[in-house]
């Protein structure tokens, strides 16, 4: 293709790809293969404010984002300061964890997409490319499972338990006893045993390796 036909049309040049994951050997090997399959990755960033700024320095068509960093910042704190700014960035979520409150909440914020890491190269190219052009892109297992989300309707703990019942919830997937819990929140011992069991009874589980296995699910501890 001649330089005058490439200067009028940008997108000859590859769809431009800025990557952002604190595992460098993940990010390398998606940059391959997202060359591979002619795009242009600008760069590999390895914390969400180094994305934050190279976004808005280079304005890449799409931007591939993974969620922990590992740090206090994640990848939604990125992605919501990009979004404020820039409304129509076209951001791929990139996660290990595929936990139904994540993926909700990605495509809440405005992603065009959720993909895993343990993803097929190819299908991480194929989210790029749909969301260079501002469309979703679904896989298979995660539309799967948003459809099941919509027909059986929100049962996550986020969605059943009020503020303060969910952060007791937590506190509980962490292991807290009661007792511990009431000196976090300054509450006694009786409200927190007894809110505890409301709990228990509102979501159908008591054993405390089912609490901690269903807040990880949900993405309100780590795994």
Same mark, same amino acid.
């Given at each position: 293709?001649?330089?005058?036909?490439?200067?009028?049309?940008?997108?000859?040049?590859?769809?431009?790809?800025?990557?952002?994951?604190?595992?460098?050997?993940?990010?390398?090997?998606?940059?391959?293969?997202?060359?591979?399959?002619?795009?242009?990755?600008?760069?590999?960033?390895?914390?969400?404010?180094?994305?934050?700024?190279?976004?808005?320095?280079?304005?890449?068509?799409?931007?591939?984002?993974?969620?922990?960093?590992?740090?206090?910042?994640?990848?939604?704190?990125?992605?919501?300061?990009?979004?404020?700014?820039?409304?129509?960035?076209?951001?791929?979520?990139?996660?290990?964890?595929?936990?139904?409150?994540?993926?909700?909440?990605?495509?809440?914020?405005?992603?065009?997409?959720?993909?895993?890491?343990?993803?097929?190269?190819?299908?991480?190219?194929?989210?790029?490319?749909?969301?260079? $052009?501002?469309? *979703?892109?679904?896989?298979?297992?995660? =539309? %799967?499972? +948003?459809? &099941?989300?919509?027909?059986?309707?929100? /049962?996550?703990?986020?969605?059943?338990?009020? $503020?303060?019942? *969910?952060?007791?919830?937590?506190?509980? =997937? %962490?292991? +807290?006893? &009661?007792?511990?819990?009431?000196?976090? /929140?300054?509450?006694?011992?009786?409200?927190?045993?007894?809110?505890?069991?409301?709990?228990?009874?509102?979501?159908?589980?008591?054993?405390?390796?089912?609490?901690?296995?269903?807040?990880?699910?949900?993405?309100?501890?780590?795994?």
């Amino acid at each position: 293709m001649n330089q005058e036909n490439t200067a009028q049309n940008p997108t000859a040049l590859g769809i431009a790809v800025l990557l952002a994951d604190d595992h460098p050997i993940v990010m390398t090997g998606f940059a391959l293969s997202l060359e591979a399959e002619g795009m242009r990755v600008l760069g590999q960033l390895r914390t969400p404010q180094e994305a934050v700024d190279q976004f808005f320095l280079d304005r890449p068509d799409v931007l591939v984002l993974d969620i922990r960093f590992g740090a206090e910042s994640t990848g939604l704190d990125a992605a919501k300061q990009i979004l404020q700014r820039c409304p129509e960035a076209n951001i791929v979520f990139l996660s290990q964890f595929d936990q139904d409150a994540l993926i909700k909440e990605t495509y809440r914020l405005g992603a065009r997409a959720f993909v895993t890491k343990d993803c097929d190269p190819a299908e991480l190219a194929v989210a790029v490319r749909r969301a260079s $052009e501002a469309q *979703l892109y679904f896989m298979p297992a995660i =539309a %799967e499972r +948003l459809a &099941n989300l919509s027909v059986r309707g929100d /049962l996550s703990p986020q969605s059943l338990l009020d $503020e303060r019942s *969910l952060e007791i919830f937590t506190l509980m =997937a %962490e292991g +807290l006893t &009661n007792v511990e819990i009431a000196e976090k /929140l300054e509450l006694s011992p009786k409200t927190i045993s007894n809110v505890s069991q409301a709990i228990k009874e509102k979501l159908g589980i008591h054993r405390p390796a089912l609490i901690t296995k269903l807040a990880m699910k949900h993405g309100l501890i780590e795994p």
